[in-house]
């Protein structure tokens, strides 16, 4: 599956930005879909992640109550909103699809198949 990240810019800290993910096959709905981020001189880490119905959600600790993650099966897209954004969000955000089934596998990294090209998030402070 071909997953395309948008969405992203330039923003000042305590602002809002809502990026989006949208998958070009209708097998989309088979995957669980995960936003990680990667700073600068930082390794890819999770985001956040939602199940196949979207009925399942996982957040990082360092984006839970400001971040949320939603999906729209009909129209291949999951959506991250992001609010009260922190200069420490800055990043380049990518969305991965998960053949994986299990809670546990949400926020692991090599339980993604495949990636988005990633969209930047800066954050001014």
């Known amino acids: 599956v071909q997953l395309q990240a948008s969405g992203g810019g330039l923003v000042q800290a305590g602002g809002s930005l809502r990026l989006s993910c949208t998958a070009s096959r209708r097998a989309f709905s088979n995957y669980i879909i995960g936003w990680f981020r990667r700073a600068p001189g930082k390794e890819r880490e999770s985001v956040a992640a939602?199940?196949?119905?979207?009925?399942?959600?996982y957040y990082a600790d360092s984006v839970k109550g400001r971040f949320t993650i939603s999906r729209d099966n009909a129209k291949r897209s999951v959506y991250l909103q992001m609010n009260s954004l922190k200069p420490e969000d800055t990043a380049v955000y990518y969305c991965?699809?998960?053949?994986?089934?299990?809670?546990?596998?949400?926020?692991?990294?090599?339980?993604?198949?495949?990636w988005g090209q990633g969209t930047q998030v800066t954050v001014s402070s």
């Open positions: 991965g699809a998960n053949p994986n089934y299990g809670f546990e596998t949400m926020g692991l990294r090599a339980a993604y198949d495949y």
């Open positions: 939602i199940s196949r119905s979207g009925g399942s959600t």
